[in-house]
């Protein structure tokens, strides 16, 4: 197991340097094989889904069981996703259907997080910075830009500037992704709202495209082995009416109570995440203004 | 050690029942009493502060370290602090200086909190909610009103609540108190803005005056035994500007880097706790509306 840790640390120095560079893809792959053979020797355990049509298992080693993974959306390794991390270097993701670039983002990013838990205690903060990786060169390299996690804010006395999510910016006349990456939200996601609405204070409303990117919102109970979803609809409403608005939420294990917030008022749109390819360029046309 | 945890658990059920009940104080004075008894069969040490002009020492027990202490703001036992308690029950806080009720309140909040960091393992959650109950009972009990934890949010299809922070309402006509309250705040503070911002958008800027009360900004290095205080000045000022506006921010051990937040643009006025019993009818005055 000391091989993925390695190899992530390594990643972690070339995303320093480059966000979008290709080798970048390598050390995923490399992380994702090393993890595909320590799960392999694990025991998988079915939990009790509490989660209507949804089926869950963790994996069971030395007494410790990871976070819930979704049956239906990991894929067991059959070769499909060392091919997929040939997609993602060559970033042509039309070659698969939005279903099957959940499943295969889905997988590499459980592939490492259940890892973590097996082997490490109260880590949440390895596999949270994993994530954001993972979608941030997915992001980078499809929009061939680097992106930022600080802004320049106007202040009349001094510079000022303020750290951000992954800012990408598409250029003159065109509008800015506000992308912030969580593998979970839980009371949290206020914040997302709140930095969104600091971008539109500053810089005005609808020039920054608000999208949040997540995993899923499962919670496992380790010893009754139940799983539920830990869902705040309500919650999410009052804060894309009054606090900001987001564009898009993409998850990868779409809960199911968030499921009907794309529906009614306001309205809060929810996707799998594959679906991000297919319409990504639709969401810029429609939001973007003319260049000067 | 059982008693001061077993009083607490009294405590949390009185307080369920009614917030300003004077038996809560009782409670108050059991588990400090409790608490400063435990702490005197262990040793002070002294720590390394990084912070111009301010002291800091710990407690230490079987190789534990408990958070920093400001040792011109903790008191000895004395018996100033019993004679505090009664000066809480009776609400007659003028009998003291707002710099010793600061330093009442400073030695009541750590004397609770290093304990528990001396008995427990990782656990932020009961320091936390201990000080929001001294907090929240200390308004409580000088406004004669119970707080509300949530409210009602106006939505056309459906009711709705909203979960918040305290609130106080002071009646018809009157301004409302929100008070968050948090041992520190770090990167989370964002929180109180967002949840002010939605206050402001629900029922109309200027109906809820935001107060965040906070211990202190201070981190201890376990190892090297030095004492920072983490702040982030600039980052306030920009929730400040566009996210909402919070009307005071009351600390026990005011971190040296905020106290210049009160002057300068924008203004965030930052004081010591114990001068909020000696402002609070200018600060209601100033913002009520008048009743209709």
Redesign the interface.
């Known amino acids: 197991m000391i091989d993925a840790l390695m190899i992530y640390s390594k990643l972690q120095k070339a995303i320093r340097k480059n966000f979008k560079s290709e080798e970048i893809c390598d050390y995923f792959k490399d992380i994702f094989e090393d993890c595909s053979l320590f799960l392999s020797k694990t025991e998988k355990i079915d939990l009790l889904s509490k989660i209507t049509d949804k089926k869950y298992f963790a994996f069971e080693r030395e007494g410790k069981i990871s976070r819930a993974v979704n049956q239906s959306l990991f894929k067991d390794d059959d070769g499909s996703i060392t091919r997929f991390f040939k997609i993602m270097k060559e970033k042509k993701y039309d070659k698969l259907s939005a279903r099957e670039l959940t499943k295969a983002f889905y997988t590499i990013a459980q592939n490492f997080c259940c890892t973590i838990d097996l082997i490490k205690t109260?880590d949440q903060k390895t596999p949270g910075t994993y994530f954001e990786y993972l979608i941030g060169h997915t992001f980078s390299g499809f929009l061939d830009i680097n992106p930022q996690n600080k802004i320049e804010?106007l202040?009349?006395?001094k510079k000022?500037?303020?750290?951000t999510d992954f800012i990408f910016d598409l250029g003159v006349g065109k509008s800015k992704l506000h992308l912030p990456v969580k593998t979970s939200t839980r009371e949290?996601v206020?914040?997302v709202?709140?930095?969104q609405?600091?971008l539109d204070?500053?810089y005005g409303s609808g020039r920054f495209i608000g999208i949040l990117v997540c995993i899923a919102e499962t919670k496992t109970n380790t010893r009754s082995r139940e799983v539920i979803e830990i869902c705040l609809p309500?919650?999410w409403?009052?804060?894309q009416?009054?606090?900001s608005r987001l564009e898009r939420v993409y998850y990868l294990d779409i809960p199911t109570p968030y499921e009907k917030l794309s529906k009614?008022?306001p309205q809060i749109i929810i996707k799998s995440f594959g679906e991000f390819f297919f319409e990504f360029n639709q969401l810029i046309k429609q939001s973007s203004y003319t260049s000067s």
Chains 1, 2 share one sequence.
């Open positions: 109260g804010v202040n009349l006395d000022a500037t303020l750290p949290r206020i914040q709202w709140a930095h609405r600091v204070g500053v309500d919650q409403k009052i804060y009416m009054f606090i009614g008022f």
